[in-house]
Each structure stands twice: as C-alpha cells, then as structure tokens.
C-alpha cells in the first residue's frame, strides 16, 4: 500500500499540519528562476480561504516572471499591486496584515533585495501573528538566506496526475513541495496535488519515489 498521509495527524511520521505548516509568515522559493509552479501551488493553498487576498510584487518580478494569470473565482478576490522596490512591496504587505479587512497577503521579490532584510521578515512575522493573517512570500531567484519565516518552503513542478477521463489530456497540477525548515514540526517532502473536481489541495508523502503513481480514491487524503 503507498504510503499516503492524512493531514489531520501530523504528529503521525510524514503528515502536514495544514493550519500550522501553510499559515503565519511562510517563505516560499521555486526550484528555478524560471519555474512558476510555485505560484500555482500557493494559489491552490488559497481557494477555500475566505476574505479579500493582496498580491505584491515588485517589478522585477513582472519583468523576468510574467504578469500574474488569476482563475476567475479566485481573481475576482485578489487586490493585485505592483510596486517598484522591495522596501515598497515589504511596507505594503505590513499594512495589508494590519488592516484587519483581508483573508491573506501574498508577496513576490526578485533576487537579493537590500531591502530584504531578517528585520523586515521579522516585522511581517509578527504582524501576521497578530492579526491571524497568513501571509506568503515567494523568493525568485533567490537563496534561503536568514528569515523569520516560521515555514520555509521549496516547490517544483510536476508532470500533472493522469486524467482518467481523457489520457491525452493533462489532469490535475502536481508539484514536489519540501518543508525545509519549520518551528512547528520535522522538515519533510511531498507530492502536492490539486483535485480540481474536489477543490483541495491533497499531499502524498514520498517513499521509494512511488508517490507520483495515481492513488485510487480510497487512498487520497486532503487539506482539511
């Protein structure tokens, strides 16, 4: 039998605690500069959480990763900023934490911003503690430097899941997601899988590299 671990455990060896893991001040850094999968897993992370979402990112980010595509449900509760420094992406993000009227604050920076420093993750850590509001920050291009992220997430895509309906037809998006650091439970790496049909974000945890095979229905455990 694969090994596949419920979420609602995480004291079990392999689970995710999904309100501690995915909430806070979380740092996430795609596999590559080029890849964007780390956008879609953290969108997919976001679908059922209710209230506004702000999404900042600096201009470099636009420049070297594209303009972001939103799915319509989701896009009509994002409030998308563009702004042309770090140290402007970084205030934004504070202010939106402490308004008390957003489900979420997303950030995205290019490279090794100066601006960018562990004072400023330290600011948004609290911030997000205090008001209960999870917040994200994707690093493109860049290293895991020091942070005062309680979560420290690397992501990489994946070939999608098999569709059963159609085998010539994509299904849905996979990503190999790795907790690298974290102060709430041990590092780990999973396959991330988002059941469009479902609309959750479901995990498998890696053994022996058989966690890409599809699991049968009766196998699948979800995002609470």
Request: include cysteine; proline fraction near 7%.
């Amino acid at each position: 039998m694969r090994n596949i671990v419920p979420l609602s455990s995480y004291r079990d060896a392999g689970a995710i605690p999904e309100r501690q893991a995915m909430s806070g001040f979380c740092d996430l850094f795609p596999a590559t500069a080029e890849d964007a999968g780390s956008v879609g897993f953290l969108l997919a992370t976001l679908t059922g959480r209710s209230g506004p979402i702000l999404w900042v990112r600096d201009r470099m980010t636009g420049a070297e990763a594209g303009r972001l595509y939103l799915p319509q449900r989701l896009g009509a509760r994002v409030l998308h900023v563009s702004l042309g420094r770090a140290v402007d992406v970084l205030q934004a993000m504070e202010d939106g934490l402490s308004s008390g009227a957003l489900g979420a604050v997303v950030g995205e920076m290019w490279g090794e911003p100066k601006g960018l420093t562990f004072t400023a993750t330290k600011r948004l850590a609290l911030r997000s503690e205090a008001h209960g509001v999870p917040c994200w920050l994707i690093r493109h291009g860049a290293v895991a430097n020091l942070s005062a992220a309680r979560n420290r997430w690397r992501v990489a895509s994946l070939p999608s899941a098999p569709n059963r309906d159609d085998p010539a037809a994509p299904g849905d998006p996979r990503w190999r997601v790795e907790l690298f650091r974290s102060r709430t439970q041990a590092p780990g790496t999973w396959v991330a899988r988002y059941d469009r049909a479902q609309d959750r974000l479901r995990f498998m945890a890696m053994s022996d590299g058989d966690a890409l095979a599809d699991a049968t229905p009766a196998d699948r455990y979800a995002v609470p």
